[in-house]
């Protein structure tokens, strides 16, 4: 029988769960990485970069949808806890945007609502073996995205593997 006790401990699954991180911890390490970076950049996306279509208010179908999916609590979580708060937020008439990274290392996670389905933008442009995959978007119906799991499971994977944006955006 091999001995695994010098084996590396394997890395936690992001699973939208904290680790036991509270907002102040989580303010103060956002605060040390910003002074230590020497940062000016902003935690809000200035309202001259906003697209024209961009607003501070999701529409009413957008709103209910997100929060019966617990979308946004989940996105908080993993920018207080992997992102140490450096992530931006936007809210579109129809959808959210959670943005980090700068220049050529920009990602985002988009999600979107359209005809009562939450929407969740891919990474991959042909069609995975997920039922609800379209080629460009993993399109949850309310039968999937009040499933907790399920929209937990599909954050996780998108924070994993995020849209990468080119740098001219």
Known sequence: MADRSNQRPKKSPILGQGHGLSDVEGAMIQQMIREGSNSSRQLSIPEQDLAQ???????????????????????????RDYLYGQGRFDEYRDG???????????????????????????????????????????????EHYTNLNIVNSELAELFRRPVYEPPDD
């Open 53 to 79: 279509e961009a607003t501070t208010h999701l529409s009413p179908e957008a709103e209910m949808v997100i929060e019966a999916s617990r979308a946004r609590d989940i996105l908080h979580m993993f920018n």
């Open 96 to 142: 959210l945007l959670l943005k980090w990274g700068d220049g050529y290392s920009r990602k985002h996670i988009w999600l979107s609502v359209a005809e009562g389905k939450l929407l969740f933008e891919t990474s991959h442009t042909k069609q995975c073996d997920k039922p609800y995959c379209n080629g460009t978007h993993h399109v949850l119906s309310r």
